[in-house]
């Protein structure tokens, strides 16, 4: 590094997993980033919770404070990178940073998720940047593929696989057995999870994340509370083994889809054939498939969670900014944050669940008896749902229960709803019936 480049400064909010990574990716790749910059970037200072803490990263000449006061009002820091997580203290940070013309860098989607609109905004006003690509899919650049890479195109839908946690334990259930609170143990234990895990496995996680990619990629104000969200916590193992007997996998899905009714928003337990690429991502990895009227089918993979991965993303973010700071263009104009100037961001009609439209898997638990399987089958051709595949399980036991698993075509979730409420009411049905959503994606 020579004397007479140019230096910025940053300032961390956060050194736990992901701020670790970061310092560590920045530390290891100086030369490279610099390089690529042509400025130097220091690290000044940063936020951590106890100051005696042990670290993933060599801390040596950064300034440790527990207020983050000291940082965000600092003045020589230019860019504040948040990675404290929560949507309390990171608002407070982002918003006075903002106030004081920093920019910033974030990986916080729930922050964004919920506040993006109004931080955007103020962001836009104070002319500094928010740089948020670690915030969906850990190390996947997919907000930088969807809101540059295919902003010529209409984007159809978008698909993905975007709570790593979530991924890594369907993975571990299906393919070795293993117990489900064991396997999110170990997500914890590799730095994967959230601080509150239920919003790995709720899908809170995943729908922050959906309604990032959907406002970009269908040019409307980020709207998470419309999101349609259901967890994986209630899944059973049989039921993904049924699944890939049928030659299906189930895998968490978001999918954000412009319909004719509207946009469908929604976070649930998927089945998906086996045989596209997006139903054999497995373990922590994340894949989102964006459909663009030009493009056609586009598959963007890489690990979703993980100290590096999303240092990777973060750094990207910090060479971007640390580029506008250096070629003199601070504003966030060049590129809107959601790829649509924030005037002419349309708001969209979200259609509601019982509107949704996709195929279905059920199961069945009934007393094996004659006629049973002909009034279930009746139930559906009055309703005028054609049934793609079923398969009955010999009784397993002296009761004589068996399961019954079949998949619907494409329907209305209402009326396959009015199916299952008929179903349950059949003297033979012994248990509620297991509903899972399922997309061709084809
Ligand atoms: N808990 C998240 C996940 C981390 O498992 O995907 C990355 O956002």
Known sequence: MTDIMQKITLGILGLGTVGGGTVNVLQRNTEKISGRTGVEIHIKSALVRSLNSERICDCSGIQMTTDHLDIVNDPEIDIIVELIGGDTLAKECLEIAIANGKHVVTANKALIAKYGNELFAKAEANNVSIAYEASVAGGISIIKALREGMSGNEIEFIAGIINGTGNFILTEMLEKGRDFSDVLAEAQALGYAEADPTFDVEGIDAAHKLAILAAIGFGMPIDFESVYTQGISGLALEDLKYAQELGYRIKHLGVAKRTENGIELRVHPT????????????????????????????????????????????????????????????????????????????????????????????????????????????????????????????????????????????????????????????????????????????
């Open 271 to 442: 089945l998906i054939p086996e045989k596209r690429l997006i139903a054999n991502v497995n373990g922590v990895m994340n894949a989102v498939l964006v459909r663009g009227d030009a493009v056609g089918n586009t598959l963007h993979y890489g690990a979703g969670a993980g100290a590096e991965p999303t240092a990777s993303a973060i750094v990207s973010d910090i060479v971007d900014v640390v580029r506008r700071i250096s070629s003199g263009n601070h504003s966030a104009s060049a590129v809107p944050h959601l790829g649509v100037a924030a005037e002419l961001l349309q708001t969209q009609k979200i259609v509601t669940v019982s509107e949704f439209s996709c195929g279905f898997y059920l199961r069945l638990t009934v007393n094996d008896e004659p006629g049973v399987m002909a009034q279930v089958t009746q139930i559906f051709a009055e309703k005028n749902i054609s049934i793609e595949a079923i398969i009955q399980k010999e009784p397993t036991d002296e009761q004589k229960i068996v399961q019954i698993i079949l998949l619907t075509e494409e329907c209305r979730e209402k009326l396959l709803d009015e199916c299952i409420q008929e179903i349950q009411s059949l003297s033979a049905i012994q248990a509620p019936a297991v509903k899972i959503r399922v997309e061709h994606l084809s």
